[in-house]
């Protein structure tokens, strides 16, 4: 299977939050790290961790690098159904096959910038 | 010069926050994107924003994936000289030759779990 197709696929199931689905693509004894909170997974914990983050989530793949046939690099926005939060991770895949044996996820809060920045009148929206 | 070698470099400067050197990478019509702040920087508003950012800074490149010739993403550890605030900052940077033409970036706070999280007991330390 395409691995870019895969990963886009794989993002859906997160934002849908069904732990049977999403385990699918994942070897059993796959590692999953959130950098951020220092918090290192096993499948079945990465399954609570996600599928029982409190909301309701869409989310959407923004970029897709593949470093080789192994190893893509994905950036999603992923945001509440209220529009009232948003963030981005960016995430590396390590697969073995079309299976998911390693992903570290680098998970980041939108906002505005910080009142100092905003005085400087620098910058101009990406979106 | 080693792509590699000038990523890390580079970061080493963003670090020290010292325009003048730290706009020696850039290309002059560079475009550096921050997208959880959704702010699109020239090069002269980036070296306000990075070096004009108050504190004093560490950064280290943890991760390095070279895309292509001309594309490498970089995942960095930043902490303040007081060790009291982290982040990961990650960055896919597009080169033309040895110069920078687009960063896009995404910075997400380091932190605890959340307490519901906690509450499951799951996870390990990563570090």
């Known amino acids: 299977m395409d ?3 895969l990963v886009i696929e794989y993002w859906h199931q997160v934002a849908r ?9 994942f070897a059993p004894d796959a590692i999953i790290n ?10 079945d914990e990465f ?11 869409h ?3 923004e970029r897709i690098e593949v470093v080789s046939d192994d190893v893509l690099v994905t950036v999603a926005f992923v945001w509440t159904a209220e ?11 390590q697969f073995e096959g079309d299976t998911i044996v390693k ?3 680098y998970w980041g809060d939108d906002g505005k910038p910080p009142e100092w920045r905003r005085n400087k ?7």
Chains 1, 2 share one sequence.
């Open 121 to 127: 009148g620098i910058g101009k929206a990406i979106r």
């Open 34 to 43: 959130w950098h951020n909170t220092n918090e290192q997974f096993s499948v």
């Open 83 to 93: 529009e009232n939060f948003s963030c981005h991770a960016v995430s590396f895949f």
């Open 17 to 25: 939050q069904d732990a049977s689905t999403l385990r699918t693509y």
């Open 3 to 5: 691995k870019k197709q």
């Open 59 to 61: 989310g959407r793949v």
């Open 103 to 105: 992903i570290d996820e």
């Open 47 to 57: 399954l609570v961790a996600n599928c029982e983050y409190p909301g309701s989530w």
